[in-house]
């Protein structure tokens, strides 16, 4: 069975700081897909960014970035110039590569992110 | 844009009642998935299916069933609710062949067994 663990309950930093996220998980797989979501104070998750296992590149989606470290099996997400709007519950999440994609998400308990004006 | 929709926001339901979560997705997606959100615990998987009338188990299975009867729709049963399982339930949806496993969740409905 994989976990996945979130070792920051919370973090609040400053407007326009860069912010890193903590995610460290466990598996015995190979091929994998990560994941960081976004959960907001409307509940809706919205998919951060994503990271295939076998792309050493690390993903890149505007202002948010990740440090994909497969042999340390650490997954961290950076927050670059933090906006208000990025208040948020954060997520980080593992799927086994299935090929069908059928299988479910396991969650890190998440990381409540407070950006202060 | 994918669109999940979930029947209620919030729901407050008596002790031993039978209880019916709805989710409708409307992107043609095979798979669909519950979740159950609770504080300091994160998100746990129910069930899940990957096509009409399958389904399949998650973590958390107990005092739960599902029903898929059309491709877009999956219900998620509370046959005797119990104050146990007042939580925030996500319905999530993805496509089989995207090669991206990428989930794509519902609002939520909040759910109070009293």
């Known amino acids: 069975a994989q976990t996945v663990t979130q070792s920051q309950p919370e973090m609040s930093v400053q407007e326009a700081e860069t912010v890193t996220l903590s995610c460290t998980y466990d598996?015995?797989?190979?091929?994998?897909?990560l994941f960081w979501y976004k959960q907001p104070p409307s509940r809706q998750m919205i998919l951060v960014i994503r990271?295939?296992?076998?792309?050493?590149q690390n993903a890149t989606e505007n202002r948010f970035s990740v440090n994909f470290q497969k042999a340390a099996k650490s997954f961290s997400l950076k927050i670059s110039d933090s906006q208000l709007g990025d208040t948020a519950m954060y997520f980080c999440?593992?799927?086994?590569?299935?090929?069908?994609?059928?299988?479910?998400?396991?969650f890190g308990k998440g990381t409540h992110l407070i950006i202060q004006p | 844009d994918v669109k999940v929709t979930q029947s209620s926001r919030y729901l407050v339901k008596r002790t031993g009642e039978k209880v019916f979560l709805e989710c409708v997705q409307d992107?043609?997606?095979?798979?669909m998935f519950w979740y159950r959100q609770d504080p300091g615990l994160g998100l746990r998987l129910i069930y899940f299916?990957?096509?009409?009338?399958?389904?399949e188990k998650g973590d958390i299975p107990e005092g739960y069933s599902v029903s898929r009867e059309k491709k877009e729709r999956f219900s998620l049963i509370l046959e005797s609710a119990s104050t146990n399982q007042t939580s925030m339930y996500l319905c999530?949806?993805?496509?089989?062949?995207?090669?991206?496993?990428?989930?794509?969740f519902g609002p939520g409905t909040r759910l109070t067994v009293t």
């Open positions: 999530a949806s993805s496509l089989l062949t995207s090669g991206k496993n990428e989930q794509y």
């Open positions: 598996t015995s797989e190979n091929n994998y897909y």
């Open positions: 990271q295939e296992a076998y792309k050493q």
């Open positions: 999440a593992f799927t086994s590569y299935s090929g069908g994609g059928a299988d479910g998400l396991t």
């Open positions: 992107m043609d997606h095979e798979n």
């Open positions: 299916s990957y096509d009409v009338k399958m389904k």
